[in-house]
């Protein structure tokens, strides 16, 4: 360690209010073979950086070690501070005494627990490797898949910035679904006005050329550089891009006879088959016509096949209620309740629906049949009255769901894209990536996502644009270097990494000897480590966390008295974070527990815990995001939960009782939980100590 100096902050009293920072210096200095042991108020302050510059060009230092705050504030500040001394930037490592130590604990616990999680930066730091972030190339063109609402909103906006862009329409038409919805709300111009000069413009614009009557058959290469091959009236063709927009939007629900039999019925339409009536033939279609009824979250709302509302379906029926009451019609509404979502219109389009006469009736359906008249009758037990009433009416509406397009499962395959339970495409993450796919480059627009109005589409396919213009306006990109890795001699061409990769950024190919051995595409890969955690025989490897660096964090931490330590694995994103927020919150848990941080719970593998217990652990943890939506990334607590079968079966095949490990799902804002979980393991674990 001759080339490493070791800087301990002060963080004014923060952290040497609680441990006594010289005392921990001179320990160090003992420990370990620095070459600088020093301690500095701030260290992250000017003077504290300057400092450690100074250093690196003095004493020639390789590596640095910081132990102060939590990794997540400060450890791109230290990583530019040392970059600036000429050092690699990926040789830092930073100890978490704050957060993690100084803020929940006090004592001479805390001064032994602050030493070791400083030896345990030094185990991984002297294992880190020299990284170099990628440099991709960008092809400064977009493909936008879909040519309604969302996907010419995105195209326009796009090639309104001086990008070039195809758009890719499965139809022989643009404008998508929106064409065909022709009844007006009162006092709007109808969806189709506002959709036509959308389609003229893409059709006229120099940047922009369409392709309708064409489907995407396989996409290729990776963020910057994608290849996509076409297949339209004229043949297959091939189109470069840096990015890609997917807005195919969504397709109405058409009733199931088996659920719904009385939708065979002549007299029964869907609300989507109302607007094809008004669009051919207008009001004159349903002349002689008196009594109309809608029925509510037809294929929507449904516990057993798909609980998910469609959130316009109530929307939809009071413009089309008022238009037919405008006709002169009876008009009642059935339905379990109403849910508006819009704050501009739809409370008052309720208000005014009211108004003017139309009548809602809440509870449930009980039957509908034909009566001799050739009209309806419904069998509707009203929630208010708790009773069974009946309705004659001449129509019956159904109220139609929106699902996801027949064909998206193929273009989920093509495009390597997540679902999710409602079979929508699946962002990377709802909060903090709401708008980018898992497949870095992939952008969703409009109501590919989900249920969307035409406001909201517009909004999500213009914020698709900006986030794709980030991408394309650049030269190239800088990717940074945490990434996974293959041993191609010891890779045996199972394809576990690749079937377990949440980014599809691993295909086998054969080798000279024609042997399958797994590939990274270096561009496409998030740095997770799930392939590294998932690798039978260790083949996979993560540069930033690999495997021998870990191990060596875990020896280190259970050096002394390791019966007595809880040793917990902790995904940066959620867990990590929540156990730093129960340090800014001041929430005192017992010192037994050893805190190793990994990028996701996805890297640990069933090996890597057993390790822990070979070492003496008196208990191991692993902790991420909650499943299923909250991971950073997309699956990877999901992919080590399914590990977890197999992992007891090994601890209880090497003689360890499975029940002291134990997994926890944990987030950023959840510090008092992560306070929880550590004193009941703690406590149980002080049980288990003899005395």
């Known amino acids: 360690m001759s080339g490493i100096g070791v800087y301990i902050c002060h963080c004014g009293q923060n952290i040497a209010g609680v441990i006594d920072v010289e005392a921990l210096r001179r320990r ?40 102060a705050c939590s990794p997540r504030l400060h450890e791109v500040t230290f990583r530019r501070t040392i970059a600036q001394a000429g050092l690699n930037p990926y040789l830092l490592e930073m100890a978490n005494i704050r957060e993690q130590c100084a803020w929940v604990h006090h004592g001479p616990d805390a001064q032994d627990k602050a030493l070791d999680l400083i030896l345990m930066g030094l185990a991984r730091l002297a294992r880190l490797v020299p990284l170099q972030d990628r440099i991709v190339p960008v092809t400064r063109r977009a493909l936008v898949v879909g040519g309604g609402v969302g996907g010419l909103s995105a195209a326009l906006e796009l090639a309104d910035c001086g990008v070039p862009v ?6 022989a038409t643009l404008g998508g679904q929106a064409l065909h919805w022709n009844i007006a709300v009162p006092d709007v111009d109808p969806l189709s006005c506002f959709v036509r000069p959308l389609i003229t413009r893409a059709h006229l614009h120099p940047r922009i050329r369409v392709l309708e009557a064409s489907t995407l058959e396989e996409v290729r290469g990776y963020v910057g550089r994608f290849s996509a091959s076409i297949r339209g009236p004229a043949g297959p063709c091939t189109e470069e891009a840096g990015a890609l927009v997917v807005a ?177 495409l699946l962002e990377a993450h709802p909060k903090l990536h709401p708008l980018e796919s898992a497949v870095e480059g992939v952008f969703l627009a409009g109501s590919c996502q989900g249920p969307k109005d035409v406001r909201e589409t517009v909004a999500a396919s213009v914020g698709a644009a900006a986030k794709a213009y980030q991408l394309l306006c650049k030269d190239a990109l800088r990717l940074d270097g945490m990434i996974a890795v293959i041993d191609r001699d010891r890779c045996v061409g199972c394809g576990t990494c ?147 079968p197999r992992l007891r079966k090994l601890l209880s095949k090497k003689g360890y009782d499975p029940d002291r490990f134990s997994y926890h799902w944990i987030s950023a804002t959840e ?15 002080t049980a288990a100590i003899p005395s």
């Not at 160090?28 to 950086?49: H, L, M, Y």
């Not at 088996?258 to 088959?273: D, E």
């Not at 001799?372 to 929630?383: M, N, P, Q, V, Y």
């Open 671 to 685: 510090g008092p939980q992560f306070q929880q979980i550590v004193r009941r393991l703690a406590e149980g674990l």
């Open 248 to 424: 195919t939007g969504f397709e109405p629900y058409t009733p199931e006879l088996s659920r719904y039999p009385f939708a065979a019925l002549p007299q029964v339409m869907t609300s989507v088959q109302l607007e094809e009536l008004f669009r051919k033939d207008g009001p004159s279609a349903l002349q002689g016509i008196r009594r109309v009824a809608f029925l509510q979250c037809v294929g929507s709302r449904l516990d057993d096949e798909y609980p998910h509302c469609s959130r316009l379906c109530c929307a939809v029926t009071l413009k089309q209620a008022l238009a037919l009451r405008a006709l002169g019609m009876d008009v009642r509404v059935f339905h379990r309740d109403i849910r508006l979502y819009d704050k501009h219109q739809e409370e008052a389009l309720y208000g005014r629906a009211r108004r003017e006469g139309v009548q809602f009736h809440r509870g449930e359906l009980k039957a509908v049949e034909g009566d001799a008249a050739g009209g309806l009758i419904l069998h509707w037990h009203d929630e208010f009255l708790q009773e069974d009433v009946r309705f004659a009416v001449d129509r019956l509406i159904c109220a139609v769901g929106l699902r996801p397009r027949s064909d998206a499962e193929s273009l989920r395959r093509v495009l390597r894209l997540a679902a999710s339970s409602d079979g929508f």
């Open 166 to 171: 195809v758009v890719v329409e499965k139809s």
């Open 28 to 67: 160090v200095a003992r420990c370990s073979a620095a070459a600088v042991v020093k301690t500095n108020v701030f260290c992250c302050s000017e003077p504290g950086q300057k400092e450690i510059r100074e250093d690196i060009a003095e004493h020639s230092l390789e590596r640095v070690l910081v132990a």
């Open 498 to 644: 690749a079937a377990e990769c949440p980014y599809q950024a691993i295909v086998l190919r054969e080798d000279e000897q024609g042997a399958l051995k797994a590939h990274i595409e270096t561009a496409a890969c998030k740095g997770c480590g799930v392939c590294a955690g998932a690798c039978p025989t260790e083949a996979a490897d993560h540069l930033g966390y690999p495997l021998e660096a870990l191990k060596a964090m875990v020896d280190a931490a259970l050096a002394d008295h390791a019966g007595e330590k809880i040793l917990a694995f902790l995904c940066h994103w959620c867990a990590y974070a929540g156990a730093d927020a129960a340090g800014v919150s001041r929430l005192p848990y017992p010192t037994h527990v050893r805190i190793v941080r990994v990028p996701c719970s996805g890297r640990i593998s069933p090996r890597l815990v057993l390790h822990a217990f070979k070492k003496g652990a008196g208990r191991v943890m692993v902790a991420g995001c909650h499943p299923p939506g909250d991971c950073h990334y997309i699956s990877g607590n999901v992919r080590f939960e399914s590990r977890v």
